[in-house]
Structures are given as structure tokens and as C-alpha cells.
């Protein structure tokens, strides 16, 4: 597609339930992030997709959050349980090659756990 | 953990005038990216400098980057109301790992 597309845009979740995020990236490209940013801050890294092949996953802040990339190219972020503190716009960004170039960024999910 | 710190935080000049805006970070780094970020269009990246250089131009946009005091700065040109944003500095350190200041939120008033 033309630019990264992030699905829903705004989801707002029971605490408890479990929650789903989409990212489709731009066709062919190779690099996949997750990023969390709260209100007024710079996003922080979740994690990274090579293709299908999830290479680090060290700032997953916990357990209760799952990502995937299957077949390399859309993603998916799960969040299980959910709870106040997981508010925030999940951003999700690819590239061509392994962050060297720029990240490309979608919108953004915007997630309120009431 | 962020590594950037981005000043000032907020920033609110009239338009026509030029802005500035600084990074400082706390690793060595392989380059330096600012991106901006509004509601309309998410996070769009503006530029990058590689550590073995010193400036960068694009359009209105100026770029400089001192790796012996670990700081980058932004200069907008001739600013437009368009230009009202946050504005975000990352750096790359790793592979593939971009790490990000908080940002300066800059208005531009008409």
C-alpha cells in the first residue's frame, strides 16, 4: 500500500479484556517495530520483526503482551488482561532495511483502558 | 528508557521567524534522526545525519550534529503555521534500535 496502516485507530478496552492491533507495513519492506509512547513523551521500543522472524522483544513491558508477524509482512500486537497503565498510542513503523534508513510510521492505535 | 532529551520542551514563536530546537543523547550512536509528529499525519521523519557528519540541509530545514558533545540541533527557516508540531529526535545506536527524546512541542503563531 501507499504508507503503514494501523487498525483500529482508537480502541477502547473493558480493564480485563483483550485487545488486538494491526499494522500493515509497506509492501516489501523487510523491518517491523512496535512502539509504545504515552502522552507527551517519545515513543519506546517494544519490539522488532526481520521478515517473520521476531528478533527482539526486549521491551515488551511484560507477559501479558504478545507480537507476531507470520508470514513477514502484517503484524499484530495482543495485548491480554488489560490494565490502565497499557493506555497509550501504539505505533507501529517498517523500513527497508534494518533502521539504518528511515522508519516509516502509521497513525497509530490509540488504546483507553477504562 | 529514553536516551534523547529534547530542548526546550515547548516552544512558541510568530511566524516568519526561525526556530531551533536541540537534542542531546548519551551513547555513541551510527546516526541521528528527527522526525515530527502532529495529529493530522503521525510521525513523519525529516532528515537524517550519519555521525560522520557534521551538517545536513533540507529545504528549510538544517541539521547539525557535534558527536563530541553527544548534541544535535534542528533549525527551521522562515517558519509557516504548517510547521506547528512536535518535534522528535532518535537516535541509532544498534542494528536496527531507535532511540527517542521526548520531544519539543513548537507552535507557530500567525
Known amino acids: 500500500g501507499a504508507g503503514v496502516s494501523q487498525s483500529p485507530r482508537y480502541k477502547v478496552a473493558k480493564r480485563g479484556q483483550d485487545v488486538a492491533l494491526r499494522c500493515d507495513p509497506i509492501?516489501?519492506?523487510?523491518?517491523l517495530f512496535w512502539y509504545q509512547q504515552a502522552l507527551g513523551q517519545g515513543p519506546e521500543f517494544l519490539t522488532y520483526?526481520?521478515?517473520?522472524?521476531?528478533?527482539?522483544k526486549s521491551g515488551l513491558p511484560s507477559d501479558r503482551f504478545f507480537a507476531e508477524r507470520p508470514e513477514g509482512s502484517v503484524s499484530t500486537l495482543k495485548i491480554q488482561r488489560t490494565q490502565q497503565e497499557d493506555s497509550a498510542v501504539y505505533l507501529c513503523?517498517?523500513?527497508?532495511?534494518?533502521?539504518?534508513?528511515?522508519?516509516?510510521f502509521g497513525q497509530g492505535t490509540r488504546l483507553t483502558v477504562v | 528508557s529514553q536516551q534523547g532529551e529534547e530542548d526546550p520542551q515547548a516552544l512558541s514563536i510568530q511566524e516568519g521567524e526561525n526556530a531551533t530546537m536541540n537534542c542531546s543523547y548519551k551513547?555513541?550512536?551510527?546516526?541521528l534522526q528527527w522526525y515530527r509528529q502532529n495529529s493530522g499525519r503521525g510521525l513523519v521523519h525529516l532528515i537524517l545525519?550519519?555521525?560522520n557528519e557534521r551538517e545536513k540541509h533540507s529545504g528549510r530545514l538544517r541539521v547539525t550534529l557535534d558527536t563530541s558533545k553527544k548534541s544535535s540541533s534542528l533549525l527551521i527557516t522562515a517558519s509557516r503555521a504548517a510547521d506547528t508540531a512536535s518535534y522528535f529526535c532518535?537516535?541509532?545506536?544498534?542494528?536496527?534500535?531507535?532511540?527517542w527524546g521526548a520531544g519539543t512541542k513548537l507552535i507557530i503563531k500567525p
Open positions: 532518535a537516535t541509532l545506536s544498534s542494528n536496527y534500535q531507535l532511540i
Open positions: 551513547t555513541s550512536i551510527n546516526n
Open positions: 545525519i550519519r555521525s
Open positions: 509492501s516489501g519492506h523487510v523491518s
Open positions: 520483526f526481520q521478515n517473520e522472524a521476531q528478533l527482539d
Open positions: 513503523a517498517s523500513s527497508t532495511r534494518t533502521g539504518v534508513t528511515e522508519a516509516f
